[in-house]
């Protein structure tokens, strides 16, 4: 049995500006993404992408991240208690951000990068999706210092306690999700993309591979109290899981059926 180390959330204190580790490892996302971006243009340069072009890219998916980030918080989550605290969604200091919000938050903010700059959208998307992944581990190892979404009990070896919670043996479920979010799902697409691949197929495989882990984990991963479970014994992670991985499906198809010769 292990024991979490109960971190301090608080990286640097300068009077009263708090720098905390969350924030820290956001910006580390963000940074990884201008870092690998960076790589993959090198080697890459057939795609045509320039260090603005990632900038400004960049620009429009943070502010996705975080505007739908929170929004998709308040919606899927806690939708009736925002409708009855409306000025709360703006206090983002309290915590309450959603991956699925996000990811739809940059999804809209690259369709209108693409409509503005004349490029075509699924270039863009395949272009970003393997620098995303590590940067998601980032934010899981932000869970884990700040000792949230911890697992469901447990008795295996490596069972974690999170006193700040109870007493009970828990999956690490952040770490879980740092490993296989980050650098399994970064190894597989970094791989995959280093190889010209019909339009959308990075895309794709990213919103499968992503899907599918979520999924699984959530099956450690101990479900918002607010909640507990769903439909079918399932949490909200999962639900908003399944059309990830059903557009994954459709967009794979669709890809590859853009490549194969037509019959006369």
Known sequence: MLIHPQ?????????????????????????????????????????????????????????????????????????????????????????????????????????????????????????????????????????????????????????MVFPQYDMTVRHPSQLYEFALEGLLLFTVLWLYSSRRRPAGAVSALFLLGYGLVRFLVEFTREPDDFLGLLALNLSMGQWLSLPMIAAGVFLWLWSHHQTQPRRP
């Open 7 to 159: 971190f301090d959330p608080v990286a640097l204190q300068i009077g009263p500006l708090a720098i905390r580790w969350y924030g820290l490892m956001y910006l580390l996302a963000f940074t990884l993404v201008l870092v690998l971006g960076r790589l993959r243009m090198r080697r890459q340069p057939e795609s045509g992408w320039t260090p603005k072009d990632l900038d400004d890219v960049l620009f429009y998916g943070v502010l996705g991240v975080v505007l739908g980030g929170r929004l998709g918080y308040v919606l899927f989550y806690k939708f009736g208690y925002y409708l009855a605290h409306p000025f709360e969604i703006f206090a983002v200091w309290q915590g309450g951000m959603s991956f699925h919000g996000g990811f739809l938050g940059v999804i809209l903010a690259m369709a209108l990068y693409s409509r503005l700059h004349h490029k075509a959208w699924l270039a863009i998307t395949d272009f970003i999706a393997p620098l995303v992944p590590l940067g998601l581990g980032a934010g899981r190892i932000g869970n884990f210092i700040n000792g949230e979404l911890w697992g469901r009990p447990t008795d295996v070896p490596w069972g």
